[in-house]
């Protein structure tokens, strides 16, 4: 069964860019989380998508946005990019069950965001 | 509002020796927690998790953590340590509560060296 997907794996842009990473699930995940891990700030939660909806946001400006497709897979787009936005970018998926039973995030490997 | 502290943000075993990893998590419900595993230029793995029921939890590559409601306590443990398992560890808590927020929180991380 493959994993999560990422791509692209490296992506370096200037200062003022647009940048859309992508992720794609496991298959049969509905949901998906991205994930911010800069430098010197750790892991810090982005966004929150579920059957193509954003159900919750972190504390992050509006230039990180996102969506998700019938398929599943989703996008993250930052816009007006600024130096401090370089981090590796994660995207998790997961199948949302009950609270009883608990969910699980699987992890892609990421995309490294550069902005120079 | 959930938080998780991992203390010691570097730790250095001789291979063989007990690896020990800690963990404490602050949460106003009954949390889910969960030990990553981030090895260089990767994403990160799940090494295990507890949701509820049995409070130690066994995992991958012979880690296993134990949940400790007094302690608020979620400390990973192997008996003998790898060179394989030179990495960095995350803690991560997240919220049960359907159809709440279910984005994970997560610790600063720990970098498990492993010396020969």
């Known amino acids: 069964e493959a994993g999560v997907t990422q791509s692209p794996t490296h992506l370096i842009k200037t200062r003022g860019q647009q940048a859309t990473l992508r992720c794609s699930p496991i298959?049969?995940?509905?949901?998906v989380y991205w994930y911010q891990q800069a430098l010197g700030l750790g892991l810090q939660f982005l966004l929150w998508?579920?059957?193509?909806?954003?159900?919750n946001r972190g504390n992050f400006p509006p230039r990180f946005s996102g969506r998700q497709f019938p398929n599943y897979s989703s996008e993250l787009n930052v816009n007006a990019l600024e130096l401090e936005d370089s981090a590796l970018y994660l995207c998790?998926?997961?199948?949302?069950?009950?609270?009883?039973?608990?969910?699980?995030?699987?992890f892609g490997p990421g995309t490294r965001l550069l902005v120079l | 509002a959930q938080s998780v502290t991992q203390l010691g943000s570097h730790v250095s075993v001789s291979e063989g020796a007990l690896v020990l990893l800690r963990c404490n998590y602050s949460?106003?419900?009954?949390?889910?927690l969960f030990w990553y595993v981030q090895y260089p230029n990767q994403g990160l793995q799940l090494l295990l998790k507890?949701?509820?029921?049995?409070?130690l939890v066994k995992g991958i590559n012979g880690f296993e953590a134990e949940f400790k409601k007094s302690e608020t306590s979620f400390h990973l443990t192997k008996p003998s340590a790898h060179m394989s398992d030179a990495a960095e560890y995350f803690c991560?808590?997240?919220?049960?509560?359907?159809?709440?927020?279910?984005?994970?929180?997560f610790g600063s991380g720990t970098q498990l060296t492993v010396l020969p």
């Open positions: 998790a998926s997961s199948l949302e069950v009950s609270a009883v039973v608990g969910e699980t995030q699987y």
């Open positions: 298959s049969g995940h509905t949901s």
């Open positions: 991560a808590v997240s919220r049960i509560s359907s159809g709440s927020a279910r984005q994970l929180t």
């Open positions: 949460s106003s419900v009954p949390p889910y």
């Open positions: 507890y949701t509820t029921g049995a409070t």
């Open positions: 998508y579920d059957e193509g909806e954003e159900r």
